[in-house]
């Protein structure tokens, strides 16, 4: 535990390291090799209280930011990635309902949260735009009281789980401006909305990214984010530094878990002839460090975007931006050396190293990319424009 988190968050931790004990870690395989989506794992974090991490004080909620919830998510990943990531989307979509929430949708909406009774999730991924998941063309239109959307929306997390979803839209009608994009709040019981196949993914399997279909759908003007035109706002705002932070420590724990096995093989297995152990080897003990070192430099990368992003610090852009994608690559390279490291028993079917490294590459193509993280990277840093 870091000397300089706060009391309350230490108390967080303690909390959410019992729910994965009991709850969590103990349905993970499970969740991994069915394609399960853990309801078990958001029922305990709702009944301890965790689900309005993002939700403010003032609504019943924890109000907590970037560090929290990197902090949250790589523990949770450490025993199931796709718990972790389900109870990181409904976070980020949380954090983005309460940005600029009015009164209706703080009742409506956060209050609940906050008691464990509601679950939301973001729906802003597009086959159309790809990686550009802020150029969406899922489309609005004017219906008196109501907003009618259509267009589909691709890997939604939680998908046909959640109580409401984060939509992404661009207003349609000659009155409206060319990008005039705007976020709104989707109940999950509203009237034509159309869930695809289920999700079966090579990694992330528990986390049922379905795709979408709004057919005419209603939602009414009080589910409007901020204000019309909003939606880039939200997205860079917002959005991003959320949900960056959140796979970010998704990805952590996935790394966690891989030097952790790594490091039990090493120090388990022995050599019947010599009795030798293989933590005796130099050749892996120099690979073993290299893995530890990889891991901390990580770590503490997203640890130092996460403050400065809770504080406002005016430079913590490139240090968000670069955190997901050194997390998954991070991820990627413990749990391909874990599998060398943890030899045939690894590489056999379903072995927990195996469902690391399915989990692992995840990283590197969910929106936004890794490269794309590295181009913007680069741009703010070289004083350009992202876009």
């Not at 150029?135 to 259509?150: L, S, Y």
């Not at 790394?255 to 050749?283: F, K, N, P, V």
């Not at 413990?334 to 990283?363: H, I, K, P």
Request: aromatic share 6%; proline share 4%; hydrophobic share 45%.
């Amino acid at each position: 535990m870091d000397l300089d988190f706060s009391p309350k968050l230490v108390a967080l931790k303690a909390t959410v390291d019992n729910v994965i004990e009991h709850h969590i870690a103990p349905l993970a395989s499970r969740v991994d090799q069915e394609a399960l989506w853990p309801a078990h794992s958001m029922k305990a974090l709702a009944e301890a209280g965790l689900m309005g991490l993002q939700v403010p004080v003032a609504q019943g909620g924890h109000g907590q930011g970037l560090l929290a919830l990197a902090v949250m998510t790589e523990a949770i990943s450490k025993a199931c990635p796709s718990s972790a990531l389900c109870f990181g989307m409904h976070c980020v979509g949380t954090a983005v309902i309460a940005a600029k929430a009015t009164p209706y949708q703080q009742e409506h909406y956060l209050q609940a949260i906050a008691a464990g009774k509601h679950l939301t999730t973001l729906a802003l991924s597009e086959s159309g735009s790809g990686a550009h998941f802020y150029v969406p063309a899922t489309r609005i239109d004017m219906n008196g009281q109501f907003f009618t959307v259509t267009g589909v929306k691709q890997f939604v997390t939680n998908g046909g789980q959640a109580d409401s979803y984060v939509l992404s839209t661009v207003a349609s009608g000659e009155e409206s401006e060319s990008g005039d994009f705007n976020c709104l709040i989707v109940d999950g019981q509203a009237e034509g909305l159309q869930w695809q196949a289920p999700w079966n993914g090579f990694g992330m399997r528990g986390n049922s990214s379905c795709a979408l279909k709004l057919d005419g759908v209603q939602v009414p003007m009080s589910n409007l984010l901020g204000e019309p035109g909003d939606q880039v706002w939200y997205v860079f705002e917002v959005v991003a530094p959320f949900f960056l932070m959140a796979m970010a420590g998704t990805y952590l724990g996935i790394a966690q878990a891989a030097l952790d096995a790594a490091g039990e093989q090493l120090r388990a297995r022995h050599y019947e002839h010599s009795g030798e152990t293989l933590r005796e080897i130099e050749t892996l003990q120099t690979r073993y460090a290299s893995m530890w070192i990889a891991l901390e430099k990580t770590r503490s990368l997203v640890r130092e975007a996460a403050r400065r992003g809770d504080r406002g610090d005016p430079d913590a852009l490139p240090f968000i931006l670069a955190c997901k994608a050194d997390a998954g690559e991070t991820a990627v390279m413990l749990a391909n050396e874990a599998m060398t490291l943890c030899g045939g028993a690894a590489y056999r079917e379903n072995s927990r190293v195996a469902q690391m490294l399915r989990d692992a590459r995840a990283s590197h193509v969910m929106s936004p990319t890794t490269d794309l993280l590295k181009l913007w990277t680069g741009r703010c840093l070289l004083g350009l424009p992202l876009l």
